[in-house]
């Protein structure tokens, strides 16, 4: 099993910076792809950010330019580093990995609150 705990969630104003750190344990050899999905109230759970265990990386339309996902592979952690950031990011952000095998967003952290307002 793989356990996958989050941190850095918090109240922003508008055009503020937030980063969110996750830490996996456990089974970490099998996971794949890492990532932050995001759930706003009333809204469906989407993908912001994504990176490959080759540290290729890919973004939502909506946070391209303002959002950085990066790994520390050595620690088992990966980061969202969120700038500019926009009332429309509040939600509650979720760590998930990909299961190598299944190549499914099988594990999810708790997840971590985000407000960004004045």
């Known amino acids: 099993q793989v356990q996958l705990v989050e941190s850095g969630g918090g109240l922003v104003q508008p055009g503020g910076s937030l980063t969110l750190s996750c830490t996996a344990s456990g089974s970490i050899s099998s996971i794949d792809d890492m990532g932050w999905y995001r759930q706003a109230p009333g809204k469906q759970r989407e993908l912001v950010a994504s990176v490959t265990s080759g540290n290729y990386t890919n973004y939502s339309d909506s946070v391209k330019g303002r959002f950085t996902i990066s790994s520390d592979n050595a620690k088992n952690t990966v980061f969202l580093e969120m700038n500019s950031l926009k009332p429309e990011d509040t939600g509650t952000y979720y760590c998930?990995?990909?299961?190598?095998?299944?190549?499914?967003?099988?594990?999810w952290g708790q997840g971590t609150q985000v407000t960004v307002s004045s």
């Open positions: 998930a990995a990909k299961d190598l095998v299944s190549g499914i967003w099988d594990y």
